[in-house]
């Protein structure tokens, strides 16, 4: 139990391209999803919160114009990176939880901008 | 806050070993820890919780310990085999919120 798709698991594209990443919980609905980013040999850092039907909340430094998240449902989470430049490569992680128990992670999209 | 390195500590053991993994946390307010295993291009495996009320709680070949006083967390793992090897993190939760904060990461490498 508790899986959670994410997709596309790798993309690359060209500067300026806006790219589109889905986070789907296949055998449960999420009270949350988060998103989170990730360089090398690093930890996870949280990029926003986001609850169903309603605005994410971002952290500190996370540009809300550029990382567009949509919540349109318990089991669909979406993170639009808008003209992505090289500097947004990364790995992007999403979970997604139930409330009181622990985050279920997919297994991340590797971004690669040219 | 948010915890970033450049490089991961790493721990090498034999196989058939015991490993065990620590972990520093920052806030004593927090309530909530999970440890997850991460292997190689793929997302954070979830191991095993334990909230602030208990010390100790033991999972199949997994144990977490909780010292609160010094705010430390450790992952103990029986008979460590290959499919160990990963990247581990321990996290953490504050009271009334759902937001996790992650340590630094640890490699564990097991020797053949």
């Known amino acids: 139990g508790a899986v959670v798709s994410q997709h596309p698991s790798w993309v690359i594209c060209k500067s300026g391209t806006s790219v589109k990443i889905e986070c789907r919980s296949l055998?449960?609905?999420?009270?949350?999803m988060f998103w989170y980013r990730q360089f090398p040999k690093q930890s996870l850092m949280l990029m926003a919160t986001?609850?169903?039907?309603?605005?994410?909340?971002?952290e500190q430094g996370v540009e809300k114009d550029k990382f567009l998240i949509n919540h349109a449902s318990l089991t669909l989470s979406t993170l639009t990176v808008t003209s992505a430049h090289p500097e947004d490569s990364s790995f992007y992680i999403c979970?997604?939880?139930?409330?009181?128990?622990?985050?279920?992670f997919g297994d991340g999209t590797r971004l690669s901008i040219l | 806050g948010e915890s970033v390195g450049l490089h991961l500590p790493t721990l090498s053991v034999q196989e058939g070993d015991n490993s065990i993994i620590n972990c520093a946390y920052s806030?004593?307010?927090?309530?909530?820890f999970i440890w997850y295993k991460q292997e190689s291009g793929k997302g954070p495996q979830f191991i095993i919780d334990?909230?602030?009320?208990?010390d100790k709680r033991q999972g199949q070949r997994v144990t977490v310990l909780l010292n609160k006083t010094v705010k430390h967390l450790s992952l103990q793992i029986a008979a460590t085999q290959p499919g160990d090897s990963a990247v581990y993190f321990c996290?953490?939760?504050?009271?009334?919120?759902?937001?996790?904060?992650f340590g630094t990461g640890t490699q564990l490498k097991v020797e053949l």
């Open positions: 979970s997604a939880q139930v409330i009181n128990q622990p985050q279920h």
């Open positions: 055998d449960f609905q999420a009270t949350t």
């Open positions: 986001s609850n169903e039907g309603s605005k994410a909340t971002y």
């Open positions: 806030n004593s307010a927090s309530d909530y």
């Open positions: 334990i909230r602030s009320n208990m």
């Open positions: 996290a953490e939760q504050t009271g009334g919120g759902n937001k996790l904060t």
